[in-house]
């Protein structure tokens, strides 16, 4: 596709010399009003490095741009170039390779031969699945298939939190109080129960605490009984998980959470030495972090056992070593803002140079409206409750509104699962939000239901059609847009002309968000095409350019949420 803001640059630095590239297509605007043209240049702003007056070097470069085709119009006011484009080359350009490209309408290949890990979800195993790694699930997964649209070569990680001394606390629970059918039948709840009954028992009985290290340490050290029990835990809430994730349509390439790293990390303490980073307090070892203004980092305890820091450390180095990254993205909630900040400077301090590539992607908070669930079970299965209630009430949304379905359970799916992702990506990551029913399943509001039932209804436009016109309109190279230049058709053109670039700003700010607001744009602007113009007209030439603006359109919208995760269905 043609790079217009390039294509401007060249013409003026043809036109006057002594600028470069980069800077004068830095300087080309997009005007927000459309009456100031598709696109601007600010000439007075390069009088002092030209030593010429502004409305001399509009002249030169009006007259310049005016003599080529890709213009209809071109304005010189008050020193400012305003540009029209040729509505009927433009729409062309756009929507060929829209219709051409399909599923792969946005795709680069910026990222090509770099590897970028995404570490995203990880849920701790018999503690809370709480609405924090909802959050980084979702948005991570959006991360994860953005940069994979760009075409890096991408690793999802879930770094299980799956070891620590909770395990110690939570096999004495279980050996005292558990029953392994309670286990089996609901893991996440029945352990967290265990966890929470230590916690409760040992605040009369302080001796549980020395028995759950003592059992802590016989795992470190590999104790068949321990490493058996705590395996299991770990596969049956793993399976439980698993659950959520396929709901969510969400994988991932490793599980190698914080267990995996706990033979790496002797390795990990040795070095610390060397580089004389280690201070021992009071049997304790730390990274004083002082002098970058942070509280110390507790790298091992008295006891000598390791911190979920140090696994950090550990980790990084590993996905280094093993994957050798270009960058290393975690999605973790802002609570954990200086937990990065104090390992990213320590592995700074041991040399590693890759620390720069590094990047903690924070999220803010989700409270929730009073009466958004139940607490029967805590927040520990919220997610799936969530999930869950949405898939309901968007079936009784479907039979009430009488939606076109041909199979409503896999409908109400797509949607309600959609919309309770959609929401969770509207937003700026950073910001704290409420999470609202009313919001989440509105059809009308600008929501993932709306774009899915605009797509949904671009998809039935075609299906109307004969299906010959569809093919022929799928002919791109005959295609011939002079039929199709109302305002309406031509910001639709525009905002389908700006996807490819919306995903690279979406992947350099790591914010899903650019994508859910640019796609609530183009549906909004199908559904004001949809409403001003007749598309099956008699007229075929007519008909055809129409149909293929509408199938543009729906590719778009279709990968804009395949891009947040969420499907498409074509009917609803
Ligand atoms: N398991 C952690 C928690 O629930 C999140 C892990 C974040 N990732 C990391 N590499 N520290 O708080």
């Given at each position: 596709?043609?790079?217009?803001?390039?294509?401007?640059?060249?013409?003026?630095?043809?036109?006057?010399?002594?600028?470069?590239?980069?800077?004068?297509?830095?300087?080309?605007?997009?005007?927000?009003?459309?009456?100031m043209g598709d696109y601007a240049f600010p000439c007075f702003k390069f009088a002092k490095t030209l030593r010429k007056a502004p409305p001399l070097i509009a002249k030169d470069v009006a007259g310049k741009l005016e003599g080529n085709e890709a213009f209809a119009k071109v304005e010189n006011v008050n020193a400012y170039v305003n540009m029209f484009l040729s509505r009927k080359g433009f729409m062309e350009e756009v929507v060929k390779e829209a219709v051409a490209e399909g599923d792969n309408y946005g795709r680069s290949t910026i990222g090509k031969d770099k590897k970028v890990i995404v570490e995203f979800s990880s849920p701790n195993i018999a503690k809370p699945f709480h609405i924090g790694h909802i959050r980084s699930t979702v948005i991570g997964n959006s991360i994860y298939k953005i940069y994979d649209f760009l075409g890096y070569d991408t690793v999802r990680i879930n770094h299980l939190g799956d070891y620590g001394t909770q395990f110690g606390k939570m096999i004495v629970a279980y050996r005292k109080w558990g029953n392994k059918e309670d286990v089996i039948k609901s893991p996440i709840k029945t352990l967290l129960e265990y966890y929470?009954?230590?916690?409760?028992?040992?605040?009369?009985?302080?001796?549980?605490?020395?028995?759950?290290?003592?059992?802590?340490?016989?795992?470190?050290?590999?104790?068949?009984?321990?490493?058996?029990?705590?395996?299991?835990?770990?596969?049956?809430?793993?399976?439980?998980?698993?659950?959520?994730?396929?709901?969510?349509?969400?994988?991932?390439?490793?599980?190698?959470?914080?267990?995996?790293?706990?033979?790496?990390?002797?390795?990990?303490?040795?070095?610390?030495?060397?580089?004389?980073?280690?201070?021992?307090?009071?049997?304790?070892?730390?990274?004083?972090?002082?002098?970058?203004?942070?509280?110390?980092?507790?790298?091992?305890?008295?006891?000598?056992?390791?911190?979920?820091?140090?696994?950090?450390?550990?980790?990084?180095?590993?996905?280094?070593?093993?994957?050798?990254?270009?960058?290393?993205?975690?999605?973790?909630?802002?609570q954990q803002n200086l937990h990065f900040q104090q390992w990213f400077k320590i592995v700074e301090l041991m040399g590693c140079e890759w620390a720069k590539d590094c990047v903690h992607i924070p999220f803010g908070l989700v409270s929730l409206e009073e009466g958004t669930m139940s607490t029967r079970h805590g927040r520990v299965v919220f997610l799936e409750d969530v999930l869950n209630k949405a898939v309901e009430q968007t079936k009784e949304i479907i039979k009430e509104k009488n939606v076109a379905t041909d199979n409503i359970d896999e409908t109400a799916k797509m949607v309600g699962i959609g919309a309770v992702m959609f929401q969770e990506l509207s937003n700026n990551r950073i910001k704290d939000y409420v999470f609202s029913w009313e919001k989440v399943l509105n059809f009308e509001g600008e929501t993932g239901p709306y774009v899915q039932y605009t797509h949904a209804r671009a998809a039935s436009v075609l299906r109307k059609a004969d299906a010959e016109s569809v093919e022929k309109a799928k002919k791109v190279p005959a295609l011939d847009m002079s039929h199709v230049l109302s305002d309406s058709a031509y910001d639709l053109a525009k905002l389908i002309y700006e996807f490819p670039q919306v995903i690279a700003e979406a992947g350099d700010k790591y914010e899903p968000s650019v994508v859910t607001r640019h796609i609530v744009d183009i549906a909004q602007s199908f559904n004001r095409f949809y409403h001003d113009e007749y598309i099956l007209v008699d007229d075929e030439a007519e008909k055809l350019a129409k149909l293929a603006l509408v199938m543009a359109a729906k590719n778009t919208l279709k990968n804009g949420l395949y891009l947040l995760g969420i499907r498409a269905p074509e009917k609803m």
């Amino acid at each position: 596709m043609i790079n217009y803001k390039k294509k401007i640059a060249e013409i003026i630095c043809e036109a006057v010399e002594g600028l470069t590239l980069e800077e004068v297509m830095s300087m080309v605007e997009v005007p927000t009003d459309t009456k100031m043209g598709d696109y601007a240049f600010p000439c007075f702003k390069f009088a002092k490095t030209l030593r010429k007056a502004p409305p001399l070097i509009a002249k030169d470069v009006a007259g310049k741009l005016e003599g080529n085709e890709a213009f209809a119009k071109v304005e010189n006011v008050n020193a400012y170039v305003n540009m029209f484009l040729s509505r009927k080359g433009f729409m062309e350009e756009v929507v060929k390779e829209a219709v051409a490209e399909g599923d792969n309408y946005g795709r680069s290949t910026i990222g090509k031969d770099k590897k970028v890990i995404v570490e995203f979800s990880s849920p701790n195993i018999a503690k809370p699945f709480h609405i924090g790694h909802i959050r980084s699930t979702v948005i991570g997964n959006s991360i994860y298939k953005i940069y994979d649209f760009l075409g890096y070569d991408t690793v999802r990680i879930n770094h299980l939190g799956d070891y620590g001394t909770q395990f110690g606390k939570m096999i004495v629970a279980y050996r005292k109080w558990g029953n392994k059918e309670d286990v089996i039948k609901s893991p996440i709840k029945t352990l967290l129960e265990y966890y929470t009954k230590f916690h409760v028992e040992v605040e009369t009985d302080p001796t549980l605490d020395d028995e759950a290290r003592a059992v802590f340490t016989k795992l470190e050290n590999g104790s068949p009984e321990e490493v058996e029990l705590w395996q299991w835990f770990r596969d049956e809430s793993l399976k439980e998980f698993h659950r959520v994730y396929d709901l969510l349509g969400i994988a991932f390439d490793s599980y190698a959470g914080e267990s995996f790293y706990s033979d790496k990390m002797g390795r990990i303490v040795d070095w610390l030495k060397e580089k004389k980073l280690l201070l021992e307090s009071e049997g304790a070892q730390i990274v004083d972090l002082e002098e970058y203004g942070m509280s110390p980092a507790l790298i091992t305890k008295k006891d000598g056992s390791t911190l979920y820091i140090t696994r950090d450390i550990a980790a990084a180095v590993y996905r280094k070593e093993h994957y050798n990254f270009y960058k290393n993205l975690y999605i973790v909630a802002s609570q954990q803002n200086l937990h990065f900040q104090q390992w990213f400077k320590i592995v700074e301090l041991m040399g590693c140079e890759w620390a720069k590539d590094c990047v903690h992607i924070p999220f803010g908070l989700v409270s929730l409206e009073e009466g958004t669930m139940s607490t029967r079970h805590g927040r520990v299965v919220f997610l799936e409750d969530v999930l869950n209630k949405a898939v309901e009430q968007t079936k009784e949304i479907i039979k009430e509104k009488n939606v076109a379905t041909d199979n409503i359970d896999e409908t109400a799916k797509m949607v309600g699962i959609g919309a309770v992702m959609f929401q969770e990506l509207s937003n700026n990551r950073i910001k704290d939000y409420v999470f609202s029913w009313e919001k989440v399943l509105n059809f009308e509001g600008e929501t993932g239901p709306y774009v899915q039932y605009t797509h949904a209804r671009a998809a039935s436009v075609l299906r109307k059609a004969d299906a010959e016109s569809v093919e022929k309109a799928k002919k791109v190279p005959a295609l011939d847009m002079s039929h199709v230049l109302s305002d309406s058709a031509y910001d639709l053109a525009k905002l389908i002309y700006e996807f490819p670039q919306v995903i690279a700003e979406a992947g350099d700010k790591y914010e899903p968000s650019v994508v859910t607001r640019h796609i609530v744009d183009i549906a909004q602007s199908f559904n004001r095409f949809y409403h001003d113009e007749y598309i099956l007209v008699d007229d075929e030439a007519e008909k055809l350019a129409k149909l293929a603006l509408v199938m543009a359109a729906k590719n778009t919208l279709k990968n804009g949420l395949y891009l947040l995760g969420i499907r498409a269905p074509e009917k609803m």
